[in-house]
C-alpha cells in the first residue's frame, strides 16, 4: 500500500545538538511538505519542495534545513539554530492541487 | 497563518448540530480545505471545496464563498468521538502549498 512514513516516532534532543527527521512516501508524488504544530495551535510551514533538488521556505524556515536528492525523501534537519525546537513536526505530500497525505509525525522534545 | 480565522474552541451537545466558520483572504485562492485532528495524531481530510456552494458527505458537509472569503463545516448528529481539532486550509493558484488555520477544538459533550 502507498503511503508516507516519518520516522522516529518520539525522537529527544540534547541542547546544542542537530538532529534529523525521516520522511519517505511511495506515492509518487512530486511534492512534499514539513509543518511544525505546537500545543493548541496550527500547523505551520517549515519547508517544502515542488521538485526533485528544488525547495522553497516556508513561514518560519530559520534553523532548519532540508534536502531533496530523491523524489520519495525529504528529511528535515532541526540545527541547533532553532531555539525552541519541542514541537509536532509533520510531513506531507501531494500531487499538483489534491489535498495532502501526512505522515504520522514525529514528536521532537530537547532534554 | 496568512490571515485564516477560525473560532479557538467550541462545545457541544452530543446528537446536535455545530457549524465552524472560516474566513481567508481571498488574493491568490484556489481551494479550500478541512481537515480533522484528534489529539496526538496526524491530520485526516474531511471535505474540498472548490465552487461555491455546499458539498455533502454523510454527516459532514461545507460549505464555500469565495467572493466573501469565507467557509463553514457543518457537523450534525454529533458524536463523542468527533471531540477533535478540525483545521481549516486554503491553496493558492501557484503551487499546491496549504496554509492552515490555527484549529478549532470541539468538545461533545453528553
Known amino acids: 500500500d502507498g503511503g508516507i512514513t516519518q520516522s522516529p516516532k518520539y525522537l529527544f534532543r540534547k541542547e546544542g545538538q542537530n538532529v534529523t527527521l525521516s520522511c519517505e512516501q511511495n506515492?509518487?508524488?512530486?511534492?512534499m511538505y514539513w509543518y511544525r504544530q505546537d500545543p493548541g495551535q496550527g500547523l505551520r510551514l517549515i519547508y517544502y519542495?515542488?521538485?526533485?533538488?528544488?525547495?522553497q521556505k516556508g513561514d518560519i524556515a530559520e534553523g532548519y534545513s532540508v534536502s531533496r536528492e530523491k523524489k520519495e525523501s525529504f528529511p528535515l534537519t532541526v540545527t541547533s539554530a532553532q531555539k525552541n525546537p519541542t514541537a509536532f513536526y509533520l510531513c506531507?505530500?501531494?500531487?499538483?492541487?489534491?489535498?495532502?497525505?501526512f505522515g504520522s509525525g514525529t514528536r521532537l522534545t530537547v532534554v | 497563518g496568512q490571515n485564516i480565522d477560525q473560532p479557538t474552541e467550541m462545545t457541544a451537545t452530543e446528537g446536535a448540530i455545530v457549524q465552524i466558520n472560516c474566513t481567508y483572504q481571498?488574493?491568490?485562492?484556489?481551494?479550500l480545505f478541512w481537515y480533522q485532528q484528534h489529539a496526538g495524531e496526524a491530520p485526516t481530510f474531511l471535505s474540498y471545496?472548490?465552487?461555491?456552494g455546499l458539498e455533502e458527505k454523510g454527516r459532514f458537509s461545507s460549505f464555500l464563498s469565495r467572493s466573501k472569503g469565507y467557509s463553514y463545516l457543518l457537523l450534525k448528529e454529533l458524536q463523542m468521538k468527533d471531540s477533535a481539532s478540525y483545521l481549516c486550509?486554503?491553496?493558492?493558484?501557484?503551487?499546491?502549498?496549504?496554509?492552515f488555520g490555527q484549529g478549532t477544538e470541539l468538545s461533545v459533550k453528553p
Open positions: 506531507a505530500s501531494n500531487q499538483l492541487n489534491y489535498g495532502y497525505t
Open positions: 506515492l509518487n508524488h512530486d511534492a
Open positions: 519542495s515542488q521538485i526533485v533538488n528544488d525547495f
Open positions: 481571498t488574493s491568490g485562492f484556489n481551494g
Open positions: 471545496n472548490v465552487l461555491d
Open positions: 486550509a486554503r491553496s493558492y493558484n501557484q503551487g499546491g502549498k496549504l496554509i
